[in-house]
């Protein structure tokens, strides 16, 4: 099945400066790659996802990139604020296999994104 | 607000016993995943259901069982729980089937705790 390796599991930054995050998976038949941010008591609310005929893709600070060769994708802040401090999962979905195979999300471990003032 | 609803918000039960967890998804959804969030296995995919059918499996135990009913909310059952069945529980919603990916809505959660 896929498996999703997610780094760093703790990232400082100061407040204004650029957050990365980074993800690696196993199945190339991989093709939805969501990120979700979840704050302390609350469900994973989804940020941002790409799909594998996109090689970019940006909102307003936030942007996603997918190189789907090396089987990575990469989330990037900028101008980060103290409300983008967080927990931030990324995600790998494979194509539906008829006859079985999930159509759930397998996430990476989670990264702590603390922006300090 | 996701608009997925999940009850209870917080379970407190003992070991061996059997809880119902559930879930309404957003309007307009047909299908409907359940997750569990522990420390140690971080977030994973139990089952999925679509329009009242099962329709994919993950790491869900045979002590655990699900389903959706005619309305589309989803019911998960948690039988013979044992000290480590104790997690967050979420609900997840999308518009179709996810072939290829479905854009995934989660609800807040119910965090079980197993005395």
């Known amino acids: 099945g896929e498996n999703v390796e997610q780094h760093p599991s703790t990232l400082s930054v100061q407040e204004g400066d650029s957050a990365v995050i980074k993800c690696t998976y196993s199945?190339?038949?991989?093709?939805?790659f969501p990120w979700y941010k979840q704050e302390l008591g609350k469900g994973p609310q989804l940020i941002i996802d790409?799909?594998?005929?996109?090689g970019e893709k940006k909102d307003q600070r936030i942007a996603v990139t997918l190189n789907k060769t090396a089987k990575h994708f990469s989330l990037h802040i900028t101008e980060t604020q103290p409300e983008d401090s967080a927990v931030y999962f990324c995600a790998a979905s494979p194509p539906h296999h008829s006859g079985g195979g999930a159509d759930g999300l397998t996430f990476g471990k989670g990264t702590h994104l603390i922006i300090q003032p | 607000d996701s608009g997925v609803t999940q009850t209870p918000k917080h379970l407190i039960t003992a070991t061996g016993q059997r809880v119902t967890l559930r879930c309404s998804p957003r309007s307009g959804d047909l299908s409907v995943y359940w997750y569990q969030q522990s420390l140690d296995q971080g977030l994973q995919f139990l089952i999925q259901y679509y329009n009242g059918e099962e329709r994919a499996k993950g790491n869900i135990l045979e002590r655990f069982s699900a389903q959706q009913f005619p309305d589309l909310h989803s019911e998960l059952n948690l039988s013979s729980l044992e000290l480590g069945d104790s997690a967050l529980y979420f609900c997840?919603?999308?518009?179709?089937?996810?072939?290829?990916?479905?854009?995934?809505?989660f609800g807040p959660g119910t965090r079980l705790t197993v005395l």
């Open positions: 997840a919603s999308s518009v179709g089937a996810a072939a290829g990916g479905d854009t995934q809505y």
């Open positions: 199945d190339s038949a991989s093709n939805y």
């Open positions: 790409i799909r594998s005929n996109v």
